[in-house]
Protein backbone atom coordinates (compact mmCIF):
# COMPACT_ATOMS: atom_id res chain seq x y z
CA UNK A 1 0.00 0.00 0.00
CA UNK A 2 1.08 3.30 -1.31
CA UNK A 3 0.89 6.39 1.16
CA UNK A 4 1.94 9.75 0.55
CA UNK A 5 3.95 11.45 2.78
CA UNK A 6 1.34 14.39 3.24
CA UNK A 7 -1.64 12.12 4.36
CA UNK A 8 0.64 9.56 6.34
CA UNK A 9 0.58 11.25 9.62
CA UNK A 10 -2.90 10.31 10.89
CA UNK A 11 -1.74 6.82 9.30
CA UNK A 12 1.39 6.66 11.75
CA UNK A 13 -0.50 8.18 15.01
CA UNK A 14 -3.77 5.58 14.74
CA UNK A 15 -1.56 2.62 13.93
CA UNK A 16 1.09 3.63 17.28
CA UNK A 17 -2.50 3.68 19.71
CA UNK A 18 -3.12 0.29 18.14
CA UNK A 19 0.13 -0.72 19.63
CA UNK A 20 1.32 -1.40 15.95
CA UNK A 21 4.66 -1.10 15.18
CA UNK A 22 5.49 1.55 12.38
CA UNK A 23 8.53 2.43 10.61
CA UNK A 24 8.94 5.73 9.79
CA UNK A 25 10.41 7.51 6.55
CA UNK A 26 13.79 8.21 6.28
CA UNK A 27 15.31 11.29 4.37
CA UNK A 28 18.31 8.64 2.85
CA UNK A 29 17.62 8.37 -1.22
CA UNK A 30 16.54 5.44 -2.44
CA UNK A 31 19.30 2.87 -4.04
CA UNK A 32 19.90 3.40 -7.58
CA UNK A 33 18.85 0.74 -10.73
CA UNK A 34 21.24 3.16 -12.64
CA UNK A 35 22.71 0.10 -15.23
CA UNK A 36 24.52 2.15 -16.84
CA UNK A 37 24.03 4.32 -20.38
CA UNK A 38 20.39 4.77 -21.77
CA UNK A 39 20.00 5.01 -25.16
CA UNK A 40 16.69 6.60 -27.34
CA UNK A 41 15.47 5.52 -30.96
CA UNK A 42 12.40 7.28 -32.46
CA UNK A 43 10.86 6.35 -36.12
CA UNK A 44 7.25 6.70 -37.65
CA UNK A 45 6.63 3.47 -39.00
CA UNK A 46 3.51 3.20 -42.34
CA UNK A 47 1.61 0.90 -43.07
CA UNK A 48 -0.34 1.42 -46.05
CA UNK A 49 -3.62 -0.86 -45.60
CA UNK A 50 -6.26 -1.79 -48.16
CA UNK A 51 -9.72 -0.95 -45.98
CA UNK A 52 -10.56 -2.87 -43.22
CA UNK A 53 -8.82 -5.79 -41.53
CA UNK A 54 -5.60 -6.64 -39.63
CA UNK A 55 -2.31 -5.68 -40.80
CA UNK A 56 0.97 -7.55 -39.23
CA UNK A 57 4.16 -5.16 -39.33
CA UNK A 58 6.42 -7.27 -36.62
CA UNK A 59 8.55 -8.03 -39.06
CA UNK A 60 9.39 -4.14 -39.64
CA UNK A 61 9.74 -3.89 -35.98
CA UNK A 62 12.14 -6.51 -35.54
CA UNK A 63 14.09 -4.91 -38.15
CA UNK A 64 14.00 -1.54 -36.73
CA UNK A 65 14.78 -3.29 -33.64
CA UNK A 66 17.89 -5.30 -34.61
CA UNK A 67 19.26 -1.96 -36.56
CA UNK A 68 20.02 -0.70 -33.21
CA UNK A 69 21.99 -3.51 -31.32
CA UNK A 70 20.35 -3.66 -28.22
CA UNK A 71 20.29 -6.16 -25.15
CA UNK A 72 17.81 -4.49 -22.70
CA UNK A 73 15.02 -2.21 -23.68
CA UNK A 74 11.32 -1.08 -24.32
CA UNK A 75 9.68 -0.86 -27.49
CA UNK A 76 6.63 1.48 -27.35
CA UNK A 77 4.00 2.04 -30.14
CA UNK A 78 1.37 5.00 -30.64
CA UNK A 79 -0.90 4.78 -33.31
CA UNK A 80 -1.51 8.47 -34.94
CA UNK A 81 -5.10 7.97 -36.29
CA UNK A 82 -8.29 7.31 -34.09
CA UNK A 83 -9.94 4.91 -36.64
CA UNK A 84 -7.82 2.44 -36.04
CA UNK A 85 -5.87 1.04 -33.62
CA UNK A 86 -3.25 -1.65 -31.88
CA UNK A 87 -3.01 -5.21 -31.59
CA UNK A 88 -0.62 -8.28 -30.55
CA UNK A 89 -2.55 -10.58 -32.17
CA UNK A 90 -1.73 -15.03 -33.36
CA UNK A 91 -0.06 -14.86 -36.16
CA UNK A 92 -0.36 -18.38 -37.41
CA UNK A 93 -4.07 -18.88 -38.00
CA UNK A 94 -5.80 -16.66 -40.42
CA UNK A 95 -9.25 -17.78 -39.08
CA UNK A 96 -8.40 -15.41 -36.08
CA UNK A 97 -8.23 -12.41 -37.63
CA UNK A 98 -11.50 -13.48 -39.92
CA UNK A 99 -13.20 -13.63 -36.37
CA UNK A 100 -11.62 -10.74 -34.86
CA UNK A 101 -13.19 -8.79 -37.76
CA UNK A 102 -16.54 -10.09 -37.51
CA UNK A 103 -16.35 -9.46 -34.24
CA UNK A 104 -16.15 -6.09 -34.07
CA UNK A 105 -18.51 -5.76 -37.36
CA UNK A 106 -21.12 -7.38 -34.81
CA UNK A 107 -20.04 -5.20 -32.47
CA UNK A 108 -20.45 -2.04 -34.20
CA UNK A 109 -21.79 -2.27 -37.15
CA UNK A 110 -22.80 0.15 -40.13
CA UNK A 111 -25.88 1.55 -39.68
CA UNK A 112 -27.00 4.81 -41.75
CA UNK A 113 -28.80 6.32 -39.24
CA UNK A 114 -27.34 5.09 -36.03
CA UNK A 115 -25.29 7.38 -35.68
CA UNK A 116 -24.96 11.05 -35.15
CA UNK A 117 -21.47 10.96 -36.36
CA UNK A 118 -21.27 10.27 -39.64
CA UNK A 119 -18.71 12.91 -41.36
CA UNK A 120 -16.66 10.79 -43.78
CA UNK A 121 -19.58 7.88 -44.62
CA UNK A 122 -21.48 5.48 -42.49
CA UNK A 123 -17.58 3.70 -41.11
CA UNK A 124 -16.68 6.75 -39.21
CA UNK A 125 -18.16 6.29 -36.47
CA UNK A 126 -18.51 2.55 -36.13
CA UNK A 127 -14.40 2.86 -36.82
CA UNK A 128 -14.15 5.00 -33.94
CA UNK A 129 -15.98 2.86 -31.55
CA UNK A 130 -13.77 -0.03 -32.76
CA UNK A 131 -10.31 2.10 -31.86
CA UNK A 132 -12.21 2.95 -28.70
CA UNK A 133 -12.59 -0.72 -27.55
CA UNK A 134 -9.05 -1.95 -28.94
CA UNK A 135 -5.81 0.16 -27.80
CA UNK A 136 -3.84 2.87 -29.57
CA UNK A 137 -0.63 2.30 -27.79
CA UNK A 138 1.30 -0.94 -27.08
CA UNK A 139 4.81 -1.69 -24.96
CA UNK A 140 6.82 -4.77 -26.10
CA UNK A 141 9.85 -5.57 -23.80
CA UNK A 142 13.48 -6.15 -25.37
CA UNK A 143 15.04 -9.06 -24.19
CA UNK A 144 18.85 -10.26 -25.24
CA UNK A 145 18.34 -7.71 -28.09
CA UNK A 146 14.90 -9.19 -29.55
CA UNK A 147 10.86 -8.30 -29.01
CA UNK A 148 9.97 -10.55 -26.14
CA UNK A 149 6.50 -11.69 -28.19
CA UNK A 150 5.47 -15.13 -27.52
CA UNK A 151 5.62 -17.90 -30.48
CA UNK A 152 2.30 -17.16 -31.79
CA UNK A 153 2.31 -13.49 -31.33
CA UNK A 154 2.50 -10.70 -34.03
CA UNK A 155 2.11 -6.86 -33.99
CA UNK A 156 -1.13 -5.56 -35.73
CA UNK A 157 -2.24 -2.41 -37.19
CA UNK A 158 -6.00 -2.87 -37.12
CA UNK A 159 -7.59 -1.00 -40.05
CA UNK A 160 -11.22 -0.18 -38.75
CA UNK A 161 -12.10 1.79 -42.07
CA UNK A 162 -13.38 0.55 -45.38
CA UNK A 163 -10.87 2.67 -47.93
CA UNK A 164 -7.51 2.34 -48.34
CA UNK A 165 -5.24 4.20 -45.75
CA UNK A 166 -1.67 5.30 -45.05
CA UNK A 167 -0.95 4.77 -41.46
CA UNK A 168 1.27 6.29 -39.04
CA UNK A 169 3.14 4.80 -35.99
CA UNK A 170 5.49 6.64 -33.58
CA UNK A 171 7.68 3.88 -32.10
CA UNK A 172 9.90 4.90 -29.06
CA UNK A 173 12.92 2.23 -27.93
CA UNK A 174 14.09 3.09 -24.65
CA UNK A 175 17.18 0.72 -24.39
CA UNK A 176 20.62 -0.43 -22.18
Not at 90 to 111: I, K, Q, S, T
Not at 131 to 160: K, N
Amino acid sequence: MCVCVRSARPFLESAAHAGVVVRRPVSAPAPSLYNGPVSQFATILRVRTRGRGLYEFTGDLVEWVDAHQLDTGLLTLFCRHTSASLLIQENAAPAVRDDLEAYFEALAPEDKGRYSHDDEGPDDMPAHIRAALTAVSLSIPIVEGRLALGTWQGVYLFEHRRAPHLREIAAHLLAS
